[in-house]
């Protein structure tokens, strides 16, 4: 039976090795005795290598260590609070408390490119709001210290003052290993969008244009979020904010249009009766062409050639082909310039445009009233507004099945009631994944005379309260009321109304957690390797990390002779943790296999937890003729 190994399964995913075995992929005769042979690199890649001393290039102090922070693994864990979420056993949508950068190393296995949007709203760096630990050491250990966790006398967030000399430097160094992360989990045809204002905006340009290729820019997004002036303001009013969009694959990547109005719909019509519906006109020349001196005869004898300095836009055999298929208008007797009909029926939808009035996706106001319609109390700062970030899933995830959204900057949680709303309303089903740093409320705020003591707990109980509005409005079944609150009812399948919430914390296997001092404990993990103050449930959720599965997997538990057989994910993982487990429980678990017939299987025991040695060996050998072959021990 093999053993989990701290440095194979108990760490994330190696991104450097990963990475050189991508270029030995691509390149096989580059490797030599096993090693990347950067000689014949550079002969394989010819004129696209760069060695030129001066060159265009981003850089800033400390972007070297940034990258290596990114490609660190985490030895950390995510620990379930089911008393924390709403709908536990049947939801698919997640609260992750912890430091979003170890958090997103820790989803790597689980979630690699199988995110679909990725919306953040990430510190602006004014001086005040960027909040980060003050010597960027980002282990679970200075985590926990950083948020009260522990005990131990730890350095203190802070801001970052302009006058410290490293402003953008400090900024840059934060977001590059997170974006570096967030890139690996998007999908193929995924998208990003971060919010942001002018004092970062030219450095997160570049910054995108480095992790995700500038060849995958989307748009610069200019958001109105405020309609009035500012008249005390020294310079101009600062009416915008941006969104700077990037796809993972412009290849694989589809913009999805926005629907059209009433009054886009009024322009066409239908005056002739044609079949095909109603149509609006449009010129058959073009400003640009090869073919100088162009003049088409319709069959109706109607002579046409573009006018001075311009150019035709069909050939002769499409303009053909559209007269005979009706889709040329010549006037009403007959005989005007022809031009070509673009039916209403062929539209598909509006392009959307890159500035969003707050008419259309709202604004900081109505963003704070909304907090004020959940709380009562204004209890966060400036969140986004709800219809903004529905614009952003609306036009980045595709369908009605539309996959997973990140936030790793969660905030108050608007994300979650953006995807909330948008699910009931189009009959979609996006699923939710926040990440937010459990940041002191500060003393004397509203949010502590309410009781919240972090910026987590508020976006955790804003979405339960409008979970609980949601499941009010349904109850009700009044179509005015949902629609209200929605904007339209469209309640064609069941609606997930519910979040898990899981903690950033050190491993839960004494043997793989690094930070480990206690040197009785390390010997008595020898024999008990999992740590005492740990759960079944926090070391079940541990392997679904380590071997890359959802943390929302269906599990199921079954009792084999008295012992507590959890089924994962229809068979893929089987994890038996109790003690003096005999050879009738894993015959009990070889029949599984028949069972439920999963395309993989793997097993999980506890090394101390057979009865015996013999029960021990006996277990492989029963498992290896039931066709299982992948059998772990912890």
Not at 143 to 168: I, M, V, W
Not at 460 to 480: G, H, L, N, T, W
Request: with cysteine; glycine share 6%; charged share 30%.
């Amino acid at each position: 039976m093999e053993k989990l190994d701290p440095e194979r399964d108990g760490a994330t995913p190696n991104i450097v090795e990963q990475n050189v075995e991508e270029l030995k992929r691509l390149f096989p005769e580059i490797v030599t005795e096993g090693k990347v042979d950067f000689d014949t690199l550079r002969e394989v890649l010819g004129d696209h290598m760069d060695e030129r001393e001066e060159r265009y290039s981003f850089t800033w102090n400390g972007k070297s260590r940034a990258r290596r922070l990114a490609q660190t693994p985490s030895t950390g864990t995510l620990r379930p609070c089911p008393e924390a979420s709403v709908n536990w056993d049947t939801t698919q949508n997640l609260f992750i408390e912890g430091e979003n950068l170890e958090v997103l190393k820790l989803l790597q296995k689980s979630y690699h490119r199988k995110i679909k949007m990725i919306y953040i709203d990430p510190p602006y760096n004014t001086g005040s709001d960027f909040i980060y630990p003050d010597d960027f050491r980002d282990s679970i250990a200075n985590y926990l210290r950083l948020t009260g966790q522990t005990d131990e006398e730890g350095k203190k967030l802070s801001t970052n003052a302009e006058a410290s000399g490293r402003f953008h430097t400090d900024w840059l160094n934060m977001m590059h290993p997170r974006l570096y992360l967030a890139r690996s989990l998007l999908a193929e045809d995924g998208a990003i969008c971060v919010s942001i204002d002018d004092h970062e905006v030219a450095n997160l340009r570049k910054l995108l244009d480095e992790v995700f290729g500038e060849e995958n820019f989307l748009a610069n997004v200019v958001w109105e979020k405020k309609y009035t002036r500012t008249n005390d303001a020294r310079y101009f009013s600062d009416n915008h904010d941006h969104i700077l969009m990037y796809c993972r694959n412009k290849d694989s990547f589809e913009l999805r249009r926005l629907p059209r109005s009433e009054k886009q719909d009024a322009a066409y019509s239908n005056p002739d009766d044609d079949p095909s519906g109603p149509y609006k006109l449009t010129p058959l020349q073009a400003k640009s062409g090869t073919e100088s001196g162009f003049e088409h005869t319709f069959p109706n004898g109607v002579v046409w050639s573009p006018p001075p300095g311009r150019f035709s836009a069909y050939s002769h055999e499409r303009l053909d082909q559209l007269y005979r298929d009706g889709g040329l208008w010549f006037g009403t007797d007959g005989t005007a310039v022809p031009q070509r009909k673009t039916y209403l029926s062929e539209v598909q939808g509006v392009v959307p445009q890159t500035i969003w009035p707050h008419e259309e996706v709202g604004h900081n106001h109505e963003a704070n009233n909304e907090m004020k319609e959940l709380f009562g109390e204004q209890v966060f700062d400036n969140p986004k507004p709800t219809r903004l970030l529905e614009r952003c899933i609306q036009l980045c995830t595709q369908g009605r099945d539309s996959g997973l959204v990140l936030d790793f900057f969660a905030g108050s949680g608007t994300l979650a009631q953006a995807v909330l709303h948008r699910n009931a309303a189009m009959n979609e089903s996006s699923r939710f994944i926040l990440v937010q740093l459990p940041e002191p409320c500060d003393a004397g705020s509203q949010a502590r005379k309410l009781g919240f003591e972090t910026i987590a707990d508020i976006a955790k109980d804003r979405i339960r309260r409008v979970i609980d509005k949601m499941r009010v409005a349904q109850a009700s079944e009044a179509a005015e009321e949902l629609g209200s609150l929605l904007g339209q009812a469209n309640l064609q399948r069941e609606l997930d109304l519910g979040f898990r919430v899981f903690t950033l914390d050190t491993s839960n296997i004494a043997s793989w957690d690094t930070e480990l001092e206690d040197v009785e404990g390390a010997l008595l993990s020898s024999v008990e390797n999992t740590k005492p103050d740990r759960s079944e449930a926090d070391v079940l959720y541990e392997l679904l990390l380590k071997f890359g599965l959802d943390l929302a997997v269906p599990m199921e538990k079954r009792t084999i002779a008295d012992k507590a057989i959890h089924v994962i994910g229809a068979g893929a993982l089987i994890v038996c943790l109790a003690d003096d487990i005999s050879v009738k429980v894993v015959e009990g678990i070889a029949s599984l296999k028949e069972e439920l017939a999963p395309e993989t299987i793997r097993v999980v025991f506890k090394d101390a937890g057979f009865a015996d040695d013999v029960v021990k060996t006996n277990a492989v050998q029963i498992l290896h003729q039931a066709g299982i072959d992948d059998v772990r021990s912890l």
